[in-house]
T-cell receptor
Framework: TQLLEQSPQFLSIQEGENLTVYCNSS?????LQWYRQEPGEGPVLLVT?????EVKKLKRLTFQFGDARKDSSLHITAAQPGDTGLYLC????????????FGQGTTLQVKP | GAGVSQSPSNKVTEKGKDVELRCDPISGHTALYWYRQSLGQGLEFLIYFQGNSAPDKSGLPSDRFSAERTGGSVSTLTIQRTQQEDSAVYLC????????????FGSGTRLTVV
């Protein structure tokens, strides 16, 4: 069974601080995605990483895929209250069904 | 439509009743997924459709749960004889194809069994 473990589960920081969220597995994934979810809404795709060692930037967000394609990280620079939400990593499981396996999520609260 | 539409947005039902949850995917998206999310938690896979067929039903928790998709479009998730542990947000997502594309999610149906 392929599992994704996210850490930390909860993070409460002040505006302007930096943070990193980790997504780890013992299994290899063909790709990993990161989503952000706000209360009452479905998750929204932020990025897809495919190649081991790949780094992608989205404004103040930096995503990295591990060399062995078993882990990923999300780094936010100078967090803002608008970054508050639930961050989910997800990987495509084996079997080529397109089914995504989700981590438990990291709840981020950025205080003004 | 422009996005994935789910209805109802909220449903309160009595234990033992049957419920139907509907998902209208983005037009042209061949893949459709149902997930379940408990409060503040990650998403639990339920079932995947490619067109009208369901190659992967491995996440359905029990035989009280069933789903169908018609015309390669609308999908319905049915829960029979609801139990309190069925209370959760049920999310539907669609995708242009099976692999590597991101999902577009609906806003979900919040199901409360009392």
């Amino acid at each position: 069974t392929q599992l994704l473990e996210q850490s930390p589960q909860f993070l409460s920081i002040q505006e302007g601080e930096n943070l990193t969220v980790y997504c780890n597995s013992s299994s290899v994934f063909s790709s990993l995605q990161w989503y952000r979810q706000e209360p009452g809404e479905g998750p929204v795709l932020l990025v897809t990483v495919v190649t081991g060692g790949e780094v992608k930037k989205l404004k103040r967000l930096t995503f990295q895929f591990g060399d062995a394609r078993k882990d990923s990280s999300l780094h936010i620079t100078a967090a803002q209250p608008g970054d508050t939400g639930l961050y989910l990593c997800a990987g495509h499981g084996s079997g080529n069904t397109g089914k995504l396996i989700f981590g438990q999520g990291t709840t981020l609260q950025v205080k003004p | 439509g422009a996005g994935v539409s789910q209805s109802p947005s909220n449903k309160v039902t009595e234990k033992g009743k049957d419920v139907e949850l509907r998902c209208d995917p983005i037009s042209g998206h061949t893949a459709l997924y149902w997930y379940r999310q408990s409060l503040g938690q990650g998403l639990e896979f339920l079932i995947y459709f490619q067109g009208n067929s369901a190659p992967d039903k491995s996440g359905l928790p029990s035989d009280r749960f069933s789903a169908e998709r018609t015309g390669g479009s609308v999908s319905t998730l049915t829960i029979q004889r609801t139990q309190q542990e069925d209370s959760a947000v049920y999310l539907c997502a669609s995708s242009p194809n099976r692999v590597l594309y991101g999902y577009t999610f609906g806003s979900g149906t919040r199901l409360t069994v009392v």
